[in-house]
Structure formats: structure tokens, C-alpha cells
């Protein structure tokens, strides 16, 4: 649970925020197929920070909104 609170926080999503530009920049400087696969899959963490979600916390049976976690116990 502490991981879901973590990215839920400031940090976490400045994070995933952080992440999903690097993806995208570095996909578009490479310019393949690859790269162009690359910016796409960016675009998810981007979002999921943005918008305040996390597409693993369900799996670790945690809430996928970022307001329930910071709330929860």
C-alpha cells in the first residue's frame, strides 16, 4: 500500500510525469518503428500522472485512484 501512496503523492506523479515525457522525447529522437512504438507507450505514464492513477494498483490489490490511496489506511 505504501507504494500506492507513494505514487499518488507529489513526487510519485512528478515521476511518472517525468517519465512519460522521456519516453516520448526519446521515441520521436529515434524515429523508427521502435520509436514511434516508444512515444505511444509514453503517453501512459504521462496520463496515469496527470490524471492522478495507477494502472499497477490493482494488481497490488491497492486502489486505483490516487485520492483513495492517499486516503486509505
Avoid at 1 to 6: D, H, K, L, T
Amino acid at each position: 500500500m505504501s507504494f500506492a501512496r507513494f505514487m499518488a503523492g507529489p513526487v510519485g506523479r512528478g515521476v511518472r510525469v517525468a517519465a512519460g515525457l522521456a519516453m516520448i522525447i526519446a521515441g520521436i529522437a529515434i524515429g523508427s518503428t521502435g520509436g514511434w512504438i516508444l512515444a505511444v507507450v509514453g503517453v501512459l505514464p504521462l496520463l496515469a500522472g496527470a490524471l492522478n492513477v495507477c494502472a499497477l494498483a490493482p494488481i497490488l490489490k491497492a486502489p486505483f485512484s490516487g485520492k483513495a490511496a492517499l486516503n486509505s489506511k
